[in-house]
T-cell receptor, first 114, second 110 residues
Framework: GAVVSQHPSRVICKSGTSVKIECRSLDFQATTMFWYRQFPKKSLMLMATSNEGSKATYEQGVEKDKFLINHASLTLSTLTVTSAHPEDSSFYIC??????????FGPGTRLTVT | KNEVEQSPQNLTAQEGEFITINCSYSVGISALHWLQQHPGGGIVSLFMLSSGKKKHGRLIATINIQEKHSSLHITASHPRDSAVYICAVLSGGGADGLTFGKGTHLIIQP
């Protein structure tokens, strides 16, 4: 089946630095990519929706200047956590939706900010 | 906004038992996903359903659109099935992301 990859799978960074997470659809074109965040023992929460070539749409309460999303091609979206703080430590998951509305999930990226 | 409820929240069973996890939602959907999340956090997509029933190995997923309800069944459960199972729904035209249930924490004891 279709595969979505995320890189890195785990990252530890110092407070104040920026971290970029990549989400790639490996064998299909993703017209839309979604970024989710999961706090410990909580459900996944949608952060933003990005369509290829256009600006991302952020959910209420998500700071667009802090979580920069770029969807430069039909196979790649990136999430950059800028000026990371310990409270940004979380599990970030992307999903990609193809032209037939099928949706596939990346394996997730665990971010720890020290 | 769609409300997604899963039950039970926690389930401990013995190896070999038949497992059922339920998911109900409040608003009509275009698709429903069942996801499996292991302790490390990685997510595996098990099924995507819009009607009827799907089977993959020991896993069976059913959906009743009229009743706004889906079930995930595991036959001949095994300790390696221990994980969090999450139901997620795609509402309406699918322009928005998924709405997730809180998950069911399943433990299968040997």
């Amino acid at each position: 089946g279709a595969v979505v990859s995320q890189h890195p799978s785990r990252v530890i960074c110092k407070s104040g630095t920026s971290v970029k997470i990549e989400c790639r659809s490996l064998d299909f074109q993703a017209t839309t990519m979604f970024w989710y965040r999961q706090f410990p023992k909580k459900s996944l929460m949608l952060m933003a929706t990005s369509n290829e070539g256009s600006k991302a749409t952020y959910e209420q309460g998500v700071e667009k200047d802090k979580f920069l999303i770029n969807h430069a091609s039909l196979t790649l979206s990136t999430l950059t956590v800028t000026s990371a703080h310990p409270e940004d430590s979380s599990f970030y998951i992307c999903s990609a939706r193809g032209r037939r509305a099928e949706q596939y999930f990346g394996p997730g990226t665990r971010l720890t900010v020290t | 906004k769609n409300e997604v409820e899963q039950s039970p929240q926690n389930l401990t069973a013995q190896e070999g038992e038949f497992i059922t996890i339920n998911c109900s939602y409040s608003v009509g959907i275009s698709a429903l996903h069942w996801l499996q999340q292991h302790p490390g956090g990685g997510i595996v997509s098990l099924f995507m359903l819009s009607s009827g029933k799907k089977k993959h190995g020991r896993l069976i997923a059913t959906i009743n659109i009229q009743e706004k309800h889906s079930s995930l069944h595991i036959t001949a459960s095994h300790p390696r099935d221990s994980a969090v199972y999450i139901c997620a729904v795609l509402s309406g035209g699918g322009a928005d992301g998924l709405t997730f249930g809180k998950g069911t924490h399943l433990i299968i004891q040997p």
